[in-house]
């Protein structure tokens, strides 16, 4: 139920293959196995258990027993908030292996797995602690004969599905708000790289949680995850990943009218105006769609320049592209790109690059396949010109290190191209215009919008969006909401 495994890096781990169900980890009940692949070397990493629709029942039915026993639901918010802060502890000791195993399962570089991924984590899950006693109702004037105040109620046993690019973020951005409201949970992680997720497992244990306040299976979505939004004894199932697969969960989830949070795709626009700071532009516009490989559902994709500095900022940020987006090993501290996390991954961006030389974009820089020393699923980062809103490439959701850069004349012209997509998670302006930038942040058709710089979240902001991009927010207070619902209790006070 565990192999011994070392990394490149020289860092050894047990690694658990078992699905972790009432705080063990167990055989799947068919017995199936999904290999699990180094997208660096293309070779086997290993083979974890893979969940069917009667281990996605053994998770829930553990989740049910927990959410009523007294040694989770006779706990005030005070006493969950400890295990909270074990948990983050947790992750916080061992935050070289997770990063490590995400490396070795995901591909992306060391530094970014370590520094960004595991502190949001580690910070959420100590935010979520902090609000896990400070959730209450309140109270309402009846008149003297009667009076009436609210709690708030955790909404019961929760399933939430993650997808690959990001998995540490998320067990502290799923996990958080679900635990600190007092709800029990079937964690879905994507069978594409499970590795990290399943290891939080056995911190999970040694934080002393009861069994069955958090399970985690692994197992591939039409299978375990269909099998976990169409439960009938799940009353809340939330979603990360792609507009379809969101669309899918929606029509399973109305098996019994579960409640849903999305958190879907996106073509993110961004807008730079001829006062911006262009350097500080080049580098934002960079990070924002660069970082990660592009595996981001926030990516700034679309990036709209004002005609009068069209050229010169297209030359800056094809220097900036050049020095920064380094391609290699990604426990190499120089290397700022890692592959592609699979080979339909891989495959797919490159598709996406031949749409546009056929549709008649033109591939100002990258546009190739990049294996190093003759392997991984690594691809040139790539700058789109010349391109029109009905390509492919500028409508649909590449999610690879591609970025269409695009000319405009006025902010008119900027906004009605911005907001012309099914999407609206993410959007960002850049001017040194007090009053434009407010302005054009207000008609962004969008959840998130960044002045003067582009996605870098915080776990303390709401984060989600409008259109196909979602529905409802993660992170922040808001976070909590869609984790409990309102009881509202009335009192006689004539007897």
């Known amino acids: 139920m565990e192999v011994e495994l070392e990394a490149p890096n020289g860092i050894k781990w047990t690694q658990p293959l078992g699905l972790f169900i009432n705080n063990e980890f167990v055989n799947a009940i068919g017995g199936k196995t999904i290999p699990t692949v180094n997208p660096v070397t293309e070779e086997e990493i290993c083979a974890p258990q893979a969940a069917t629709a009667d281990d996605v029942d053994k998770a829930v039915k553990a989740a049910r027993a927990a959410f009523k026993h007294p040694s989770w639901k006779k706990l005030t918010g005070t006493q969950r ?32 797995a370590r520094t960004f991924e595991i502190s949001y984590a580690v910070d959420s899950l100590r935010y979520y602690a902090g609000w896990a006693d400070k959730i209450s109702g309140q109270t309402m004037d009846c008149g003297p004969e009667k009076m009436a105040y609210t709690i708030k109620t955790p909404v019961g046993v929760v399933g939430q599905i993650i997808p690959w690019n990001l998995n540490n973020v998320f067990v502290g951005m799923k996990l958080g708000p679900a635990l600190a409201c007092g709800n029990t949970v079937v964690l879905k992680v994507s069978e594409v790289c499970p590795l990290s997720v399943l290891f939080v497992g056995k911190l999970i244990k040694e934080a002393g949680f009861p069994p069955g ?26 979603f990360t990943g792609s507009t379809a697969t969101g669309k899918e969960i929606l029509k399973l989830a109305s098996s019994n009218l579960k409640n849903v949070t999305l958190e879907t795709g996106g073509k993110s626009p ?29 990516a700034n994709s679309r990036v709209f ?23 290699g090993n990604p426990f190499e501290k120089t290397t700022y790109q890692g592959p592609q996390v699979s080979r339909v991954q891989y495959e797919k ?41 009905g390509m492919k490439i500028y409508r649909e959701e590449i999610f690879g290190p591609c970025v269409a850069v695009i000319p405009f004349k006025t902010e008119e012209e900027a906004l009605e191209m911005a907001n012309d997509t099914t999407y609206g998670l993410s959007s960002a302006v850049f001017t040194n215009n007090v009053g434009r930038a407010h302005r054009v942040a207000s008609e962004f058709d969008a959840g998130m919008v960044y002045i003067n710089a582009s996605n870098a ?23 909590l909401h869609h984790y409990f619902y309102t009881k509202s209790i009335y009192v006689n006070l004539t007897v």
């Open 213 to 238: 306040v958090v399970n985690i299976i692994n197992g591939y979505g039409p299978e375990a995850g269909a099998a976990l939004a169409s439960h009938l004894d799940v009353d809340k199932v939330s």
């Open 349 to 389: 961006v490159l598709g996406y690059i031949e749409s546009a030389r056929e549709e008649g974009a033109t591939i100002y820089m990258g546009g190739e396949p990049a294996p190093q020393g003759g392997k991984g699923f690594y691809v040139q980062p790539t700058i789109f010109t010349n391109v029109k809103p």
């Open 270 to 298: 961004l807008i730079i105006f001829e006062d911006a700071n262009l350097d500080n532009a080049a580098i934002w516009t960079h990070s924002g769609v660069m970082s990660h490989a592009g595996q981001m559902c926030h």
């Open 81 to 112: 908030a400890v295990f909270l802060y074990r948990l983050a502890d947790l992750i916080e000791k061992y935050a070289d292996i997770l990063a490590t195993i995400d490396v070795v399962d995901n591909g992306k570089p060391f530094s970014a």
């Open 305 to 327: 320049v004002q005609e009068s500095i069209y050229d010169k900022f297209l030359e800056k940020y094809r220097e900036r592209v050049s020095q920064v987006s380094v391609l």
């Open 457 to 479: 979240p915080d776990f303390r902001v709401p984060f989600g969006g409008t259109k196909q991009s979602g529905i409802g927010r993660e992170s922040g207070e808001e976070g």
